[in-house]
């Protein structure tokens, strides 16, 4: 294989892509917490770390935790501990300072199961949004769906909404729930008799997607800049720079001649703390 993957590619220029995920409590969990350090080390896997409720109780008390193997079996065998917060410490800046590992709830994520009563699910897609276990076979047995929306913080600004606002959220859980009921409802009518599908809902990154619709909002994220350079991979594998705008900025444009102060709704994701919900 080439070096980081590079020979998996899927259609076109773009490369794939494949999740790696490993327990809060391995014996190798630093290493690969510091593992995208390492210039061109898993070029094309993105790192996400299973972190459980035990391990952010462990946090909250500054308690030590204990690394062991093999992970959720009996007999596990206890072979180091790390200062639980400093643990943590290490993953966000980590993902501060490189943009990964991410970090995957694994215990809400099987609480939250509809399946949990017969899988147990350790992995998700290379984006995160999607839990999977065997692939072909939940395809066929479960019919997995991923219904979502992107566009939220466009759909957000051009209602003269702050995306922090506490209205904000209420009109974008709202939006979810009708995604989400009409979902269960026509998967219930299609089997007519419990339902056709396990799982029906999903929110994506969708950042390409949201870049060929015009450049509206990523998924549920906010505005990430009013007007930006984005460097585009072309089919020949170079790259060039594109200027791009928001699609709310542009419409907001369009609609009143491009005048005039841009109202209080248009905030971008440098103008939201960190604490906001």
């Known amino acids: 294989m080439a070096p980081g993957g590079a020979a998996v590619q899927s259609t076109g220029a773009r490369r794939g892509a494949m999740m790696a995920t490993l327990r809060c409590d391995h014996p190798d969990i630093e290493t690969f917490i510091a593992a995208k350090r390492r210039p061109g080390a898993l070029t094309h896997f993105n790192l996400s770390v299973l972190v459980t409720d035990g391990f952010l109780r462990a946090v909250d008390a500054d308690s030590e935790w204990p690394l062991v193997f093999p992970a959720e079996v009996a007999g596990r065998h206890m072979l180091g501990a790390v200062r639980a917060r400093a643990l943590w410490e290490s993953i966000v800046r980590a993902a501060h300072e490189c943009a990964e590992p991410g970090v995957i709830f694994i215990d809400r994520v099987r609480a939250l199961d509809n399946l949990g009563y017969a899988e147990r699910i350790s992995a998700t897609n290379p984006c995160g949004e999607i839990p999977l276990p065997e692939q072909s076979m939940t395809a066929r047995t479960s019919r997995r769906l991923g219904i979502g929306i992107t566009g939220l913080a466009d759909a957000l600004i051009m209602l003269g909404l702050r995306y922090d606002d506490e ?82 900025l542009a419409e907001y444009a369009r609609l009143n001649g491009g005048a005039g102060p841009l109202p209080e709704s248009f905030v971008t994701v440098g103008d939201i703390g960190p604490g906001a919900d």
């Open 167 to 248: 209205m904000a959220r209420r009109v974008a859980a709202d939006a979810m729930r009708r995604v989400t009921e009409a979902a269960y409802w026509a998967s219930v009518e299609i089997a007519r008799d419990g339902i056709r599908n396990s799982h029906l809902t999903a929110i994506a990154p969708a950042g390409t997607i949201s870049l060929l619709a015009g450049n509206v909002s990523s998924g549920v994220e906010p505005v990430y800049a009013l007007a930006y350079q984005r460097r585009v991979r072309q089919a020949d594998g170079t790259t060039a720079s594109v200027q791009v705008e928001c699609h709310a």
